[in-house]
């Protein structure tokens, strides 16, 4: 057993680190999180969040203390790349993988947790999650902690069993280190879970074992340092925006566009858990049919569709929000495959034949749609064929082939099959062809032409238009976002050193400015592309002062 979560964390690993370093720096919350974290090692000052001049207090401190560490540990001090801060979330993934392996196994036995385990590893979501710098991976790993650890406590309840004295610090401990990662997350997923058992069971004295007043501690311990130190920092500003704007906006109306009606995690379902996400919706319908007799089963329905159905209702609406529940369906996988064969198979009623097939409609049109990506994004960014195209289109189709059952109980070795042929695909989509589509990548084109046309070890950048983060992160935190105005008030504030950034339709009014005080601005060199965030195609020009 030791031996499997060995294998699922090393597997994790290798799944996720194509691409690490390659991909640029992703825009915008990414680059907005790194620069935070940066902006910190800069300063020292490791209680505040800024980006840049203006405060972040979206998200509570953790993620910003584990990328800092990240950072020290490297070496390479605030020019640390993009790859260092990555390796967070790299450790997130590897470790919700082995946890989903160990809840699998103390539920199901060891094949059924390699068979969760590999799974979780080798879905979209997470093999998204991992390379981006962000929350999501580490909450993942939090939620999986607790959540193992609670299912392990209520089994042991149900069968008159001591509990293990671990297991109830192993989930308090999640959700303190979970709340200071994202808010109240962690605790809903686990809140939501023991509801829906207790609307099944009508029994609440298992909780009682999880040692509910020490455990509280534990949480405040971990959490209540730092918000009091934030608190006195801010001045309460912290609560402001973090619970007063950011949370209760996403419950009570869409947010920073992402307002969606109910249904939108349906329809990205089949995207997000691919190439799992039939074999999991398989499994999931026959637990749905036997859960009154199994435990083990209420408890990972009760941990995927109650949290499902909240996120569903919420207006703000982004794919990664409802990740936190797909190991309870990684679970169900590995269940399956503990039936006999003629019980696993047993035929499903009229409507969930209908979903199995609609999910397997959606992982055709997903497979289908990574194939062309793979194939069609350099054709018609490039306006080159790429040979890592015909690979990384054969093996999604291949894993699709794979992935598309002539039966609900998955082989434990096809399920490995279909994990490897996933991990080819998606080390060479975000790995090698993503990182080769130049014209999406203004921000590292951008930074390249200020490095080559440097006039002093002071110069400071002023852009206009193109105001992503991830430039501000690659080419300085002193970087200036303005307009054609403001790019013209910052070259004749240094003349000497100063490099300005702006649209060439708009060099005319540029020059106009600069005409004012008698200058002229002197175009170094051209950048073309897209602004992927945006939609826009831009064509900017690097100017300074002329001579």
């Known amino acids: 057993m030791n031996r499997n979560y060995i294998l699922l964390f090393l597997f994790s690993i290798v799944m996720t680190v194509s691409g690490l370093a390659s991909l640029p720096p992703v825009d915008r919350d990414e680059s907005r999180f790194v620069q935070a974290t940066k902006q910190m090692v800069e300063t020292g000052d490791y209680i505040d969040i800024r980006l840049q001049d203006v405060t972040r207090y979206k998200k509570p401190i953790g993620i910003y203390w584990l990328q800092s560490a990240a950072v020290a540990l490297s070496g390479e001090g605030a ?71 609670l299912a392990q406590v209520y089994m042991a309840a149900k069968r008159n069993e001591p509990v293990p004295g671990h297991l109830p610090w192993i989930f308090w401990i999640a959700q303190g280190l ?72 996403k419950v009570a109306q869409g947010e920073e566009s992402h307002g969606l009606p109910p249904g939108f995690y349906m329809l990205t379902y089949s995207l997000f858990m691919w190439p799992f996400g039939l074999i999991a919706v398989g499994a999931g319908l026959q637990a749905i049919n036997r859960f009154w007799d199994d435990p083990r089963l209420r408890f990972c329905l009760a941990w995927y569709i109650p949290f499902w159905l909240v996120f569903e209702a919420i207006p703000t609406k982004l794919p990664h929000y409802v990740m936190p529940a797909y190991p309870g369906m990684a679970l169900l996988i590995g269940w399956l495959l ?14 969930q034949t209908w979903l199995w097939w609609a999910t397997a409609f959606g992982l055709g049109v997903v497979a289908i749609g990574l194939a062309v990506v793979c194939v069609g994004a350099p054709l018609y960014l490039n306006k080159t064929f790429s040979w890592w195209s015909i690979p990384a289109a054969i093996a999604a189709l291949v894993t699709f082939y794979l992935a598309f059952p002539r039966q609900l109980q998955v082989p434990l070795g096809r399920i490995a099959a279909i994990a490897v042929g996933a991990g080819i695909t998606f080390s060479l989509l975000f790995g090698v062809i993503a990182p080769s589509l130049k014209p ?41 976002l ?17 490099l300005g950034l702006a649209p060439i339709k708009d060099e005319q009014k540029l020059t106009g400015v600069l005409a004012t005080q008698g200058k002229s601005a002197k175009r170094l060199t051209e950048i073309d592309g897209i602004n992927y965030s945006s939609g826009d195609k831009l064509s900017l020009g690097l100017y300074r002062v002329a001579p």
């Open 440 to 480: 999406i990548w203004l921000s590292p084109a951008v930074k390249t032409a200020v490095d080559a046309n440097r006039l002093c070890d002071t110069t400071v950048l002023a852009s206009a238009k193109f105001q992503e983060p991830s430039l501000v992160f690659l080419v300085g935190t002193k970087t200036v």
């Open 178 to 249: 979970g709340i200071l990662i994202k808010g109240p997350v962690a605790p809903l997923l686990s809140l939501l879970t023991a509801g829906a058992l207790f609307a099944f069971d009508r029994d609440w004295r298992w909780l009682l074992k999880m040692r509910l007043v020490r455990g509280v501690g534990v949480v405040l311990a971990i959490v209540l340092p730092w918000l009091f130190l934030i608190t006195w920092k801010s001045g309460g500003a912290f609560f402001q925006e973090a619970v007063g704007k950011d949370m209760l906006n």
């Open 482 to 498: 303005t307009d054609v105005d403001g790019v013209a008030r910052h070259l004749l504030a240094d003349p000497s050193c100063a």
């Open 79 to 149: 020019g640390a790349p993009i790859w260092v801060y990555r390796l967070v979330s790299m450790l997130g993934i590897a470790l919700a993988v082995v946890g989903v392996g160990w809840t699998g196994t103390k539920l199901f036995g060891a094949n059924a947790g390699l068979a969760a385990g590999l799974m979780m590893a080798a879905i979209f979501a997470t093999a998204f999650e991992g390379r981006d710098a962000k929350t999501d991976a580490i909450l993942l790993a939090c939620c999986v902690a607790a959540q193992g650890a």
């Open 338 to 351: 503990t039936l006999p064969a003629d019980q696993a198979n047993a035929p499903l009623r009229r409507w």
